[in-house]
Structure formats: structure tokens, C-alpha cells
């Protein structure tokens, strides 16, 4: 086992300054840094880092990731004394228009963009990226899990740069596991749970067993983040909408979900969700890598020892997380290839993501060193967490496709959550697609709806 004490202690006070702030999102199956939800959250800083002309290079980045870039961002640039880092904040949701308006009044570009994973589709539709495995960077793309490259690469073929690595699993709460279930085994309790099936009719007992007072979740969202993340159905072929096969049959487990009372009603990623935590209300907690020490951790101060992680029904899940890419336009290329290079193509780079930010790379020799993901953790009854998420990037073998529509698609699918959890799920998973597609296509004249 590793220690990394001081590293976890970096990464959980990074959390709390960042739940103080009102950001804390509770299980959204996206990583924390690149989470295209931040705009809901804390608001990024409003001026860039300053750097003084001291002779080194800055190498500039626009990103919304701040409050836990500092430590790792001094050590690279002991490590790199020729370079300085220089953030720019721009929210997540504002980064494709500040591109395309710099862009088009002739301005100039940073080095590095974070592309947040719903707006990358459309990104990837403009020829301004620079392509990371070409020479004279050369990164090396045989080396990122094979899942993740094609959602990599712009439409033009260029390989755009590597994401942080957005895994999921299902964290529980071990004296709850044992009262309604008689175990607190993480490999017994997926035996009890081996589809979702099975997770709802134990649900359905647990309610009747807690009068009414115990959930399986805390929100539709949650049960969607990670049935979403199980599926690669894509959600539209082109120009083509394709609901009936991708998105239906998981608008109509929610349904059932809410019908049956396995979830609760606390809205998806508000700061009640994260605080339900810390009480008894609900059993299984959707959790991405980052939300033990974002979210997990504070708002169970007392918890230590108390928490289980588990493979969910159907296995692990894939999040939706954020790439880097170099614009061709940039000044400092070969700067910026070099800070993506050590982060998200070495074990150096890899160990300062995984201690202060809570998250994987997609670097697959990190995944073949037993004790790089391998760290037995306190506060989950000394069970070795990170080779749970390790397990589960190893074992994805795909990912929907990136698309042009993705924002606006999850800008109304949001809506039809909010709307199975105001209605009780008294409604039917067609009347939700209706409006989607009615949203979508007032939206993009071009999108053609899907035959019945």
C-alpha cells in the first residue's frame, strides 16, 4: 500500500473550500475537475493567475479547474523550471463561444483548452487542434485505454489529447447494507444486486421495511448518471435521432424507479444530495472517483469506517469528463504538449492526479502496476477503493459517441429528471421523448426525427 497521507489531506481540503463555496455536487458520474456542471456550482475566478516576466515561458490554459490545480502546478513547474502556468477561468459552459469569438476577431488562443465532454462533439467539428501524436510531440496513443481514444479524436483525425479518466462506482453505507441486507461485503452484496432488477425489488422491501423513511438512492439523477454511463447506445446516427433504443429504455427504468419508491426525491447534484450523506435516509450513493474526497468524505465527518464500495448492478460505468487540447493557433505548442504529456502520460504525472485531484489517467501503465491504483482506505473499513475504479476503467469497453447535439441533448434530458421526479414518475417514457425531440429539433431544424 502506498503513503499518501498528505496528498488525501491536500486533496480533502481542496473539497471542503470547494463544498464552502456551494459546489459540492453529489454524484453526477463525472469527474470533479472536468464536470461540465460547474457553472451550477462555483463560479471560477474572474481574473487569470498573473504571472511576472521572469524569463520562463508561460504556458497558458483555459479552464474552470481551479481550486485544486496549485500544489500539482508548482511541482510541475520545479520540475519544468522553464515554464510557468498561467490560468485563465472560463466556465465550462462559456469555453466554445470564447474559442469560436477569439477565433474569429483574430485574437489569440490559449495553449491549452479543457474541452468539457457535452460541448466536445461540436469542438471537434473545427479544424483548429493540433494533432498530439504527431510529431513534434509525438504522444503516445497506444499507451491511453482504448475506450477513450475515439471520443479523442476530432473529426478530421486528429488526435486532440487524453481526459481524465471518468469511472464510476457504488458507494454504501455498511451499517445499512448489514440491517436490510445482513452483509456489508462489497463481492456479497453484488451477488445480492447483479442487475437492476433485483436492486428495485430490494428497494421496494427496504421501503417497506423503513415505513416509507429509507431509500435505495437519493435522486433519479443518480440511478440516470449510472445507467446512462452502462449504455453505449448512441443517441443520435448522424443527423439522425436515435431515442427508441438509447435513451427510452433508460427514461423507462427511471419511471419504475420513482414509481417504486427506490429513489428519493432530493434533486440531482444540489448541495441536499450531498449533505444526505451523512444521514440515514439513503443506502447506495452513485460515486465517481472524485466524490469520496469531495463529496463522500465532508459530509460524513463522523463516517470513518461506516463506507463500502461496490460494482453497481451491471456493472461499473463510464462518466463524462474532459479532454485537453492544444489549438493550433497557440504560442507555446511544444509547452503545452509537455504539461499534458507528464499529467496524463506518466506515473509521475499520474500519482499528482490521482492524490490531489481524486482521479485516473488514462495512461495504461498505470493500470498494469499492482500498487499504482492501490491504496486501502479508512474511511471505507480499510477496503482498497482505488483498484475498484481501476478495475472498472480497465473493463469499459466503449463509450457512446461524441456528437454535435450532445449539450442540448443533455440540457433536455435534465429536464425530463425533473420532471419524473416532480410527477412521481406519472408519466410515460414516450411523452418525455416527445418533448425532447420537440426541443431538439426547434433548436436544430437540421436533426430528422426518428421513425416509429
Known amino acids: 500500500m502506498q503513503k499518501r497521507s498528505k496528498c488525501w489531506a491536500a486533496a480533502a481540503t481542496a473539497a471542503m473550500l470547494l463544498l464552502t463555496a456551494g459546489c459540492g455536487k453529489a454524484g453526477t458520474g463525472q469527474e470533479a475537475l472536468p464536470d461540465e456542471g460547474k457553472e451550477n456550482g462555483t463560479a471560477v475566478q474572474q481574473e487569470s493567475t498573473v504571472a511576472q516576466d521572469d524569463g520562463r515561458i508561460p504556458i497558458e ?36 463561444q470564447k474559442l469560436q469569438t477569439t477565433l474569429a476577431s483574430g485574437g489569440q488562443v490559449p495553449d491549452i483548452c479543457l474541452l468539457e465532454y457535452t460541448h466536445r462533439g461540436k469542438l471537434f467539428q473545427l479544424d483548429i487542434w493540433e494533432d498530439l501524436s504527431a510529431e513534434p510531440y509525438s504522444f503516445p496513443v497506444d499507451e491511453v485505454l482504448d475506450w477513450l481514444v475515439p471520443n479523442e479524436t476530432d473529426a478530421f483525425g486528429a488526435y486532440v489529447g487524453p481526459e481524465y479518466v ?7 453505507k455498511r451499517d445499512m447494507t448489514l440491517e436490510y441486507f445482513g452483509t456489508d461485503d462489497p463481492q456479497e452484496l453484488q451477488k445480492l444486486f447483479p442487475d437492476w432488477d433485483s436492486f428495485i425489488k430490494a428497494g421496494e422491501e427496504v421501503q417497506e421495511k423503513s415505513g416509507g423513511k429509507v431509500f435505495m438512492l437519493p435522486s ?32 423507462e427504468r427511471l419511471i419504475e424507479m420513482k414509481q417504486k419508491k427506490v429513489v428519493d426525491r432530493i434533486d440531482y447534484g444540489s448541495p441536499e444530495e450531498a449533505a444526505s450523506c451523512g444521514k440515514n435516509d439513503h ?32 456493472g461499473g460505468y463510464a462518466g463524462t469528463s474532459a479532454s485537453m487540447g492544444i489549438p493550433k493557433g497557440a504560442k507555446n505548442k511544444e509547452g503545452a504538449a509537455e504539461y499534458i504529456k507528464f499529467f496524463q502520460g506518466t506515473l509521475e504525472g499520474g500519482a499528482l492526479i490521482r492524490d490531489y485531484k481524486s482521479s485516473l489517467i488514462p495512461y495504461k501503465p498505470a493500470y498494469e502496476e499492482t500498487e499504482f491504483y492501490s491504496q486501502e482506505d479508512p474511511f471505507f473499513d480499510n477496503q482498497d477503493v482505488w483498484s475498484v475504479f481501476a478495475d472498472v476503467a480497465k473493463n469499459i469497453k466503449g463509450v457512446r459517441p461524441l456528437n454535435n447535439y450532445d449539450q442540448d441533448f443533455e440540457d433536455s434530458y435534465s429536464l425530463a ?30 436533426l430528422v426525427k426518428e421513425e416509429p
Open 220 to 251: 433519479v439523477g443518480a440511478a440516470g448518471a449510472m445507467l446512462k454511463g452502462q449504455s453505449q447506445q448512441p443517441y443520435f446516427d448522424g443527423n439522425q435521432i436515435r431515442f427508441e433504443n438509447s435513451i427510452k429504455p433508460i427514461l
Open 283 to 314: 443506502i447506495f450513493f452513485e460515486c465517481p472517483a472524485w466524490a469520496l474526497s469531495q463529496i463522500i468524505y465532508p459530509n460524513d465527518p463522523d463516517g470513518s469506517g461506516r463506507w463500502g464500495l461496490m460494482i453497481p448492478p451491471q
Open 417 to 446: 429528471v425533473k420532471t419524473i421526479n416532480a410527477s412521481d414518475g406519472d408519466i410515460t417514457a414516450q411523452e418525455l421523448i416527445d418533448t425532447m425531440v420537440e426541443e431538439l429539433t426547434n433548436k436544430h431544424p437540421d
Open 61 to 96: 490554459i483555459w479552464t474552470w479547474d481551479i481550486a485544486t490545480c496549485g500544489e500539482i502546478h508548482e511541482i510541475f513547474e520545479e520540475k519544468f523550471p522553464q515554464y510557468k502556468i498561467v490560468l485563465t477561468p472560463v466556465e465550462s459552459s462559456q469555453l466554445t
Open 166 to 172: 471518468a469511472v464510476g462506482a457504488l458507494a454504501y
